[in-house]
């Protein structure tokens, strides 16, 4: 039984925040270095994706050397120093606390780790694994001596000791081989759920900000972007083959398909793009047989769901990207024009896209044709950018030029023209995800918590925590 221990842990701890007791063991491997080990343990750090976060804030930095802030629904989280630095790093961190961090989210010096580090996931991490990764942590990566800022979320998010309640009901069994099913089953679900955390954005979250389970990998909001249904289903991935899925996730570009940006970008460039082709088309045979979540109509962008009107480039007012200022006053609210001046010189003005489909068809496309509009109206706001080894995909922003009456009204015409018609965007919408997606229940509930007062709103979680895992069993 979890609760009584790591809360009464928790609450011990909670009275001696203020020291940060080192409570450090030298690394036990120091002797003996093997090269292979090390390497096994970069692929893995790039599967598992720990440079998306450990980066430091500018580009010039050096590899997870932290600072890097990542906004949660709870306020700012500050990702650590993971160079072996013995000050300011993780170079005192034993293999066992090196294990603890990553697979039940406590820190060497017995703080809890916010959710923020997927740790739900890496529970899931095999002991070999753990041994690669921290070979590769304390002598494949440079030690980085330099401090970053303090996380300090508001109150009462900022007493850890309540992610002990958290992990109670959150952090679930791990990942275990499954004699039943077939190796390539077995490592893409590995790689899916343990190294790729993918359903740290595609699964949607309850009022707790845990996984739902019962929804997994059915499709969630992250930051304003759509993280879509990626299950089974024809409304998911459902009408995409492994050829096509291995590769969206090698380059992020599936002609006439879809393309990623925001966060599914980052995890193309700094991790999926990585991986072997062996690996990749191991997760696309695991993602194809994932017990299938309808969310709503079959999604197949191969078939228009329409005839596109053709439309005559005489009947149109010239393209007026030359005149930002004609955009930026705000005054222009009819989305034929705005899409004819800000969009259609890459996506042509019958949105089909150019020939070679570097700029993308907005007709065969998971984001004008999807479950919902919002990865069009973000692809407008924040643009879209990848690296991959051989080129640069970059499509402009544009939240700054149009505001968001204008983005509203370019996204309806590029629905009702291209996309799917039943969709609609209202500029509230654009105005919500401007500001980082619908704020998550637990956030909406503060007023009441903080007025309840925070032990007692701690002590009535873990009453909750514990009654419900009663039910369960
Ligand atoms: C999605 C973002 C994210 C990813 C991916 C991630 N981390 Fe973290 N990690 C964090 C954040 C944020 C913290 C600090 C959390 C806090 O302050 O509570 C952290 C903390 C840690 C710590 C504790 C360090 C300390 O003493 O403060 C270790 C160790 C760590 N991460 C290792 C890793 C490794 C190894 C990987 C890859 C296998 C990884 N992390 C991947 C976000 C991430
Ligand atoms: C940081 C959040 C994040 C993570 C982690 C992430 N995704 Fe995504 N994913 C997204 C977003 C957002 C999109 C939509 C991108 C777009 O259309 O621009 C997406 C799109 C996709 C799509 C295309 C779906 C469609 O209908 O267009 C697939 C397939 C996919 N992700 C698979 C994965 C897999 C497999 C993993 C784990 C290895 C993963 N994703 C991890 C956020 C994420
Ligand atoms: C300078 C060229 C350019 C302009 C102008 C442009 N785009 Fe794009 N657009 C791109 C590129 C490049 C991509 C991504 C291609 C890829 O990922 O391979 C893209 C992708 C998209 C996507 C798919 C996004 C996703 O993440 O799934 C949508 C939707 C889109 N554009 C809509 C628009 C709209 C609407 C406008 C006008 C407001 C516009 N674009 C203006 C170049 C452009």
Not at 235 to 259: D, F
Not at 298 to 320: C, F, G, K, N
Not at 354 to 363: A, K, N, W
Request: proline share 7%; charged share 20%; glycine share 8%.
């Amino acid at each position: 039984m979890r609760l009584p221990s790591s809360w009464l842990l928790g609450v011990a701890f909670m009275f001696s925040l203020a020291s940060h007791a080192s409570g450090a063991a030298s690394p036990s491997n120091a002797a003996n270095v093997n090269d292979e080990p090390i390497q096994q343990g970069e692929y893995l750090a790039r599967a598992a994706d720990c440079s998306a976060c450990h980066r430091p804030p500018e580009e010039s930095g050096q590899p997870f050397a932290g600072g890097y802030v990542i906004a949660s629904p709870m306020g700012d989280i500050i990702a650590s120093n993971i160079t072996p630095s013995r000050e300011y790093g993780i170079g005192d961190y034993s293999e066992a606390q090196f294990k603890r961090a990553l697979t039940e989210g406590i820190r060497a010096d017995g703080a809890h780790l916010y959710p923020a580090m997927p740790y739900t996931a890496y529970s899931g991490l095999t002991d070999d694994d753990i041994h690669a990764l921290y070979s590769y942590f304390m002598h494949g990566v440079e030690a980085v001596d330099e401090p970053t800022p303090e996380t300090s979320l508001p109150f009462p998010f900022n007493l850890r000791v309540s992610m002990a309640a958290w992990n109670f009901l959150f952090l679930d069994d791990a990942y275990t081989h499954d004699p039943e099913q077939s190796d390539t089953l077995n490592r893409g679900r590995y790689l899916v759920d343990t190294l790729g955390h993918c359903s740290a954005c595609h699964t949607p979250r309850n009022a707790l900000m845990g996984e739902n389970n019962d929804r997994y990998l059915a499709g969630a909001n992250v930051g304003g972007w759509y993280a879509p249904n990626i299950t089974s289903d024809a409304s998911g991935i459902g009408n995409w083959s492994v050829e096509e899925l291995v590769q969206y996730l090698r380059t992020g570009h599936v002609e006439n398909k879809a393309q990623a940006g925001g966060g599914m970008a980052e995890a193309i460039e700094h991790s999926l793009r990585y991986l072997s082709d062996e690996d990749l088309h191991s997760m696309a045979v695991y993602l194809k047989q994932v017990p299938p979540t309808a969310i709503g109509p079959a999604i197949d962008v191969s078939q228009a769901p329409r005839e596109v009107e053709p439309v005559s480039p005489a009947t149109l007012e010239p393209p007026r990207n030359d005149d930002p200022q004609a955009m930026s006053d705000g005054k222009r609210t009819d989305g034929q024009t705005l899409y004819n001046g800000a969009c259609a010189s890459c996506h042509q003005i019958d949105g089909q896209g150019t020939d070679d489909q570097f700029y993308p068809s907005l007709i065969h496309n998971t984001a004008t044709q999807g479950a919902n509009a919002d990865n069009l109206i973000m692809s407008v706001l924040q643009g879209v950018h990848r690296e991959i080894d051989d080129y640069t995909v970059a499509m402009p922003a544009f939240g700054e030029q149009l505001n968001d009456e204008q983005i509203a009204a370019v996204s309806n015409y590029v629905l009702s023209q291209f996309g799917n018609p039943e969709l609609e965007v209202d500029a509230a919408r654009v105005t919500e995800l401007r500001q980082g997606g619908p704020t998550p229940l637990l956030v909406k509930a503060m007023p009441w918590l903080m007025a309840a007062g925070v032990i007692f709103a701690l002590f009535v979680v873990g009453l909750i925590v514990f009654l419900i895992r009663r039910k369960r069993r």
